[in-house]
């Protein structure tokens, strides 16, 4: 429920922007700041399943388990950083963009599901 939350916030917000930086043809930004939200958006559902299997895990496990999560999210961070700078180096403050948005709505979605008003705010949403 909350990846999916989340999937629809980063496509709400992003999609649009990208689309209005094509239509003025700026191409390379718009690739760079769908591509990072596209990384980003990897990122968060990365770890969205590695925290999962840590918590099943135990303690010593679950620390090994999200040492090799990270690594493994940093390094597909550098290869899209790598890529974006060889085919379109105008669209790296985009593409940083992209990604920084992602982070910052993976956070939010978090904090507010994990939040103790969670339930009261689903409530009063729904009226």
């Known amino acids: 429920m909350i990846v999916r939350r989340f ?67 940093f390094a597909l961070i550098l290869l899209a950083s790598v890529v974006i700078v060889k085919t379109t180096p105008a669209g790296i403050p985009t593409f940083v963009l992209g990604l920084v948005v992602t982070m910052a709505l993976t956070a939010a979605v978090g904090a507010r599901a994990l939040s103790p008003l969670a339930p009261i705010l689903k409530r009063s949403s729904q009226q």
């Open 7 to 73: 999937s629809a916030l980063v496509a709400a917000s992003v999609l649009p922007a990208g689309a209005v930086l094509l239509s003025a043809g700026r191409r390379d930004e718009a690739l760079g700041l769908c591509f990072g939200a596209l990384i980003g958006a990897l990122n968060a559902r990365m770890l969205a399943r590695r925290v999962n299997r840590s918590v099943r895990e135990g303690v010593a496990q679950a620390q090994r388990v999200m040492q090799q999560g990270m690594g493994i999210r």
